[in-house]
T-cell receptor, first 112, second 113 residues
Framework: QKEVEQDPGPLSVPEGAIVSLNCTYS??????FMWYRQYSRKGPELLMY????GNKEDGRFTAQVDKSSKYISLFIRDSQPSDSATYLC????????????FGKGNQVVVIP | KAGVTQTPRYLIKTRGQQVTLSCSPI?????VSWYQQTPGQGLQFLFEYFSETQRNKGNFPGRFSGRQFSNSRSEMNVSTLELGDSALYLCASSSGGYTGELFFGEGSRLTVL
C-alpha cells in the first residue's frame, strides 16, 4: 500500500462549479499537508499548506485535514479555466524535512 | 528573482549509458531536493542536499547519485540507464528552514531507448 493514495482519475467540470479533490494516507506520523498545482510542462507550485487537522482558506481554495480519518481535501470554488491543471497532495512527518510523499495527482479540466 | 533552473530540459539516452542532470536553485536557497515523476508512480523522492551534504535519501538504487556544490548548485547522475528510468526529473529548492514550500524547476525529461 502506498503511503498516500489519490485517485488519479481526470476530472472535467463546467466553469463556476466546485471542484473537490481528496487524498488518503496510511502514515499516522504525517503532520504537514500540502497541495501543489502543476500546469502542463511546468514544475509543481505550492497552493496550500496546513499543519495538523483543521481547515484553511485562501481565496477560492479551501484545504481540509482530518487526521483521525487520515483524509485530506481540497475544494476550489467558482472554478475558472485557468484552474485547469494537475493537483497533487503531499505530506511529511517532520518539520525541516523536505522528503515529501506525494499522491499521483488529479488532472482537472474546467470547461468554459 | 530567478527561479529554479534545470538543464538540460530534454534528453534521449540509450540503455546502459549514464546521464548527469543539473539544477541551479533560487539564490540564497541552501536545500536542493530531487524527485522523479512518472505516470505510474507519480512523484517520488530521490534525495536532498543541504550545504553540500546529503540530508535525506529515498528508496532508489545506488545507480542514482547526486552532489551539491559550494554555490548550492546540484547535479544528479544516473548510471547504467534502464528503460524504466524514463521520467521527468524535478529539482526543488528551499531555504532550508521548513516553510512547507519547495520551489520546483520545470524538470529534465529523460527518455531511455
Amino acid at each position: 500500500q502506498k503511503e498516500v493514495e489519490q485517485d488519479p482519475g481526470p476530472l472535467s467540470v463546467p466553469e463556476g462549479a466546485i471542484v473537490s479533490l481528496n487524498c488518503t494516507y496510511s502514515n499516522s506520523a504525517f503532520q504537514y499537508f500540502m497541495w501543489y498545482r502543476q500546469y502542463s510542462r511546468k514544475g509543481p507550485e505550492l497552493l496550500m499548506y496546513t499543519y495538523s487537522s483543521g481547515n484553511k482558506e485562501d481565496g477560492r481554495f479551501t484545504a481540509q485535514v482530518d487526521k483521525s480519518s487520515k483524509y485530506i481535501s481540497l475544494f476550489i470554488r467558482d472554478s475558472q479555466p485557468s484552474d485547469s491543471a494537475t493537483y497533487l497532495c503531499a505530506m511529511s512527518a517532520k518539520k525541516g524535512n523536505n522528503r515529501l510523499a506525494f499522491g499521483k495527482g488529479n488532472q482537472v479540466v474546467v470547461i468554459p | 528573482k530567478a527561479g529554479v533552473t534545470q538543464t538540460p530540459r530534454y534528453l534521449i539516452k540509450t540503455r546502459g549509458q549514464q546521464v548527469t542532470l543539473s539544477c541551479s536553485p533560487i539564490s540564497g536557497h541552501r536545500s536542493v531536493s530531487w524527485y522523479q515523476q512518472t505516470p505510474g508512480q507519480g512523484l517520488q523522492f530521490l534525495f536532498e542536499y543541504f550545504s553540500e551534504t546529503q540530508r535525506n535519501k529515498g528508496n532508489f538504487p545506488g545507480r542514482f547519485s547526486g552532489r551539491q556544490f559550494s554555490n548550492s548548485r546540484s547535479e544528479m547522475n544516473v548510471s547504467t540507464l534502464e528503460l524504466g528510468d524514463s521520467a521527468l526529473y524535478l529539482c526543488a529548492s528551499s531555504s532550508g528552514g521548513y516553510t512547507g514550500e519547495l520551489f520546483f524547476g520545470e524538470g529534465s525529461r529523460l527518455t531511455v531507448l
